[in-house]
C-alpha cells in the first residue's frame, strides 16, 4: 500500500536559517505529493502540492520538487522566520481519493 | 468562499456513549473525507463519501460510520465511545481527486 516517510525531529532552528524536511514515499503508480501545515489547535492547511515527476510545488517561500527517481519530496524554505513555527506533514494521494500522511515533524523558529 | 466547518469544536463524552460530528463542506464540493489525528497513530483516513456515497474506507471497526446528505453535508458517528476514540477528528473536502481541504476539527475527549 501507499506510505510517507519523514524526518520526525523536533527541528530547532534561529530565525532566518535554512529549514529542510525530508520525505520519502513509496506508491504504485503516479500519486500526487503533498506539504500541509497545522498550527497549534488548527486544522491542517495545504501548503503546496506537485502532481507529477519533476514538477516543484512553492508556496509562501516554501519548495518541494516530485523526484520520482528517488521517491521523494523534500521540503525547504531559504529563510524561516517564527511564523512559521508549526507541524509539517508531508501528504500523498494515490487512485483513490485518500491521503496517506508522513509522521509530521515539529518545526520550532526561535527568535 | 467560506472554508470547510465543523461542529462542534469540543466534545466530552464518556465511554459507552456514542456521538455524531458535523461537517460542511466548501460550497460545490462533493466529496468529504474524515480523518483521525491522535499522538500515536497520527492522520489516518476514516472513509470518504461522494455524492451520497461511502466510496473508500479505511481500518476502523464498525463502530465508526458516516453519512452524507444531498447538499454533501457529511456526519460522523461513533459508538460506544472507548478511550481510545479520544482524538482530533478532522474533516476534508474536495472537488476534484487529490487536493484536499481540512477544517479546523472537532476534539473529542472521552472519559
Known amino acids: 500500500g501507499n506510505s510517507v516517510t519523514q524526518m520526525e525531529g523536533p527541528v530547532t532552528l534561529s530565525e532566518e536559517a535554512f529549514l529542510t524536511i525530508n520525505c520519502t514515499y513509496t506508491?504504485?503508480?503516479?500519486?500526487?505529493l503533498f506539504w500541509y501545515v497545522q498550527y497549534p489547535g488548527e486544522g491542517l492547511q495545504l501548503l503546496l502540492k506537485?502532481?507529477?515527476?519533476?514538477d516543484k510545488g512553492s508556496n509562501k517561500g516554501f519548495e518541494a520538487t516530485y523526484r520520482k527517481e528517488t521517491t521523494s519530496f523534500h521540503l525547504e524554505k531559504g529563510s524561516v522566520q517564527v511564523s512559521d513555527s508549526a507541524v509539517y506533514f508531508c501528504a500523498l494521494s494515490g487512485p483513490e481519493n485518500k491521503l496517506s500522511f508522513g509522521a509530521g515533524t515539529t518545526v520550532t523558529v526561535r527568535a | 468562499k467560506a472554508g470547510v466547518t465543523q461542529t462542534p469544536r469540543y466534545l466530552i463524552k464518556t465511554r459507552g456513549q456514542q456521538v455524531t460530528l458535523s461537517c460542511s463542506p466548501i460550497?460545490?464540493?462533493?466529496?468529504v473525507s474524515w480523518y483521525q489525528q491522535t499522538p500515536g497513530q497520527g492522520l489516518q483516513f476514516l472513509f470518504e463519501?461522494?455524492?451520497?456515497?461511502?466510496?473508500n474506507k479505511g481500518n476502523f471497526p464498525g463502530r465508526f460510520s458516516g453519512r452524507q446528505f444531498s447538499n454533501s453535508r457529511s456526519e460522523m458517528n461513533v459508538s460506544t465511545l472507548e478511550l481510545g476514540d479520544s482524538a482530533l477528528y478532522l474533516c476534508a473536502s474536495s472537488a476534484t481527486r487529490g487536493e484536499q481541504f481540512f477544517g479546523p476539527g472537532t476534539r473529542l475527549t472521552v472519559l
Open positions: 463519501y461522494f455524492s451520497e456515497t461511502q466510496r
Open positions: 460550497s460545490g464540493h462533493r466529496s
Open positions: 506537485a502532481t507529477k515527476a519533476d
Open positions: 506508491a504504485t503508480g503516479y500519486p500526487s
